[in-house]
């Protein structure tokens, strides 16, 4: 599983504040316990402030490449933000995201092609918004996936998200993610599979259960990374539980390892 580790992201009131304070240590502490917990980028999201957002960035990344290694995912629709953070990232980074929508086909796409970046491709554009069938969503990634191929990224540079809304306000979306990544998996088998997932619980109670179970599923179905907080434990066992039942893991030593390592199971005190 890619572990995109989700927690330096601007619209968190912790991290908004320590990027209003330029408080380095919360960022750096949130990098190094996702780098030690496995996270294979760290996803950057400065917050909401267009005006301050290339600079916040850049103080983000600056702080996050001074204590680990781990390649960034820059999080932003913004593309003076975007190329901020091209210019001084030590590791090819993914690009988060591209839509359909008009402004980030012209804003964010030729920067993707330019600085050959990995490409989250969200399944929305600015016609329909997100599409509320899986034929729908294809129609979108297709025409996405054709133009990054086409202007030279390879398939497996590019993270699909089928993107997922909440099953509190709709009985069928969750089965509509999971057909989604299903057909995704199928036109572009060496692409990436990626989502947030955690929308699915939105409104609703228990949402770690609901979170957990969904995520097994999209392993199911052929997601291969998730944007969410790798020292969730229990996140994490479930989703090695589920890569090792779907053949992904060779004589189970991933999960027996994490095991003895400690990262699953009861908790070293
Ligand atoms: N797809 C793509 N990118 C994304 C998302 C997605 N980026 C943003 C988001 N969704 C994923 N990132 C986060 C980051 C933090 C939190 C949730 C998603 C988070 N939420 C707290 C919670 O759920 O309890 C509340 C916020 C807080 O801590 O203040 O931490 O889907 N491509």
Not at 51 to 78: F, H, K, Y
Not at 96 to 115: D, I, M, Q, T
Not at 174 to 180: C, D, I, S, Y
Request: aromatic residues 4%; charged residues 20%; contains cysteine.
């Amino acid at each position: 599983m890619i572990f995109i580790g989700e927690k330096i992201n601007g619209t968190r009131k912790k991290v908004a504040a320590a990027i209003k304070d330029r408080n380095s240590d919360l960022i750096r502490q949130l990098a190094v316990e996702q780098t030690e917990a496995g996270s294979a980028y760290l996803d950057i999201n400065a917050g909401t402030a267009p005006s301050r957002e290339p600079e916040d960035m850049v103080w983000l990344i600056g702080n996050v490449q001074a204590v680990t290694d781990l390649p960034i995912c820059l999080d932003s629709a913004n593309p003076r933000a975007l190329r901020a953070g091209l210019e001084i990232v030590h590791n090819t980074p993914i690009i988060n995201s591209l839509s359909g929508e008009k402004a980030r086909l012209e804003g964010v796409l030729p920067l993707a092609l330019e600085y050959g970046a990995h490409l989250i491709i969200l399944a929305l554009d600015d016609v329909v918004g997100i599409p509320d069938t899986s034929s729908g969503r294809m129609e979108i990634i297709k025409r996405l996936t054709g133009m990054a191929l086409k202007g030279g990224l390879a398939e497996d540079q590019l993270y699909v998200d089928p993107l997922v809304t909440a099953i509190s306000t709709g009985t069928e979306n969750g089965t509509l993610t999971l057909e989604t990544i299903r057909a995704v998996k199928k036109a572009y088998p060496a692409a990436h599979i990626t989502s947030g997932l955690s929308n699915i619980s939105y409104g609703m109670p228990l949402r770690g259960i609901i979170n957990r179970t969904f995520l097994a599923m999209c392993v199911a179905s052929g997601l291969d990374s998730v944007i969410a907080d790798p020292n969730d434990r229990a996140l994490l066992e479930t989703t090695m539980a589920a890569e090792m039942l779907m053949g992904r893991d060779r004589f189970c030593m991933g999960f027996n390892k994490a095991y003895r390592a400690g990262r699953i199971g009861p908790q070293a005190k």
